[in-house]
């Protein structure tokens, strides 16, 4: 069984940023398909960024369009944990953010084929 506990959301104004962290447990960080969805009050579940499980150059990559080119995913195998570096936040990132994984899959972008789920950490972005 994989537990995956988020921490890092807060509070932070328009052009900040934030690092959240998913800490895994019961499975290596690097045997799983990561990935970062988030949810907005009244929408669904949303795409952010994976992360592969296979350990190749790092772990290949993956972005939504809304998060290219300011946030960055990343893990380390060594404290079995994954990251999501968000810079230039802007108030439409304002969301809960769950840590997601899958080990029948090499990288996941689709939410519904994530079997692990963490309990989500709020970021909230003020304009």
């Known amino acids: 069984q994989v537990q995956l506990v988020e921490s890092g959301g807060g509070f932070v104004q328009a052009g900040g940023s934030l690092r959240l962290s998913c800490v895994a447990s019961?499975?290596?960080?690097?045997?799983?398909?990561m990935a970062w969805v988030r949810q907005a009050p009244g929408k669904e579940r949303e795409f952010v960024a994976a992360i592969s499980s296979i350990n190749w150059r790092g772990g290949s990559t993956r972005y939504a369009e809304s998060a290219k080119g300011r946030f960055t995913i990343s893990k380390d195998n060594a404290k079995n944990t994954v990251y999501l570096q968000m810079n230039n936040l802007k108030p439409e990132d304002t969301a809960v953010y769950y840590c997601?994984?899958?080990?029948?899959?090499?990288?996941?972008?689709?939410?519904?084929?994530?079997?692990?789920w963490g309990q989500g950490t709020q970021v909230t972005v003020s304009s």
């Open positions: 997601g994984a899958s080990s029948r899959y090499t990288v996941v972008v689709d939410t519904t084929a994530l079997e692990y």
């Open positions: 019961g499975r290596s960080v690097n045997s799983l398909a």
